[in-house]
């Protein structure tokens, strides 16, 4: 993709980084409070990433929408790159699955036991929703924002974040 990450677009997406780490959590459990009780984990996740993808749509509307005509003119290729990842996935995770380790994934567990609960919310939330709001967060704002700097920085910057916030939950937990 050659279209950068605009001045603008980067504000933008800093301002949504704050409160998607930070309002959108601390804003769930004051809704659950309120409300008397917890909500159903998944329902929660739905309303979460619907209010999410609705801000990533209304901020970032001209550059998903150029990026996805750009997707179209090009359908063939990306489709070809799409299943050689998808091949390259599936190969490596099964050799990952063959090294030992000392613990199970969490994440794993954790959505196994959402889809038993409620499988189309969980389906619609790991399929469609998150991957839309955290490719706009991770990618398009720490990579695409800093890739015109070093890519190697944008690399850095876009990967850490992501592997904290995929298990920041699960260090404190223990």
């Known amino acids: ?10 504000i933008r997406a800093a301002v949504l980084c704050v409160v998607y ?13 309120a ?5 159903p984990v998944a329902e929660a996740s739905v309303v979460y990433y619907l209010i999410a ?11 998903l929408h150029r990026d996805f005509l750009r997707l179209l003119d090009r359908l063939p290729e990306n489709l070809t790159a799409f299943a050689a990842a998808l091949v390259g996935w599936v190969v490596l995770d099964f050799l990952v699955r063959l090294i030992p380790l000392p613990v199970t994934d969490p994440n794993e567990m954790t959505y196994r036991l ?4 409620s499988p189309t919310a969980t389906v619609v939330i790991v399929v469609v929703l998150m991957p839309v709001v955290e490719e706009m967060l991770f990618r398009g704002f720490f990579y695409g924002g800093t890739r015109r ?6 690399w850095v910057l876009s990967v850490v974040p992501f592997a904290l ?7 404190f937990s223990y």
Do not use: D
């Not at 993709?1 to 980067?10: K, R, S, Y």
């Not at 409300?35 to 909500?39: K, T």
């Open 1 to 10: 993709w050659q279209a950068p990450l605009t001045t603008a677009g980067i």
């Open 21 to 33: 780490f930070f309002i959108f959590p601390l804003a769930m459990g004051w809704v659950q409070t």
């Open 35 to 39: 409300a008397g009780a917890e909500l």
């Open 53 to 63: 993808v609705l801000l990533v749509f209304l901020l970032f509307w001209g550059f």
């Open 114 to 117: 959402e889809y038993l609960l």
């Open 149 to 154: 700097y070093s890519r190697a920085l944008a």
């Open 165 to 171: 916030y995929s298990v920041w939950q699960f260090a």
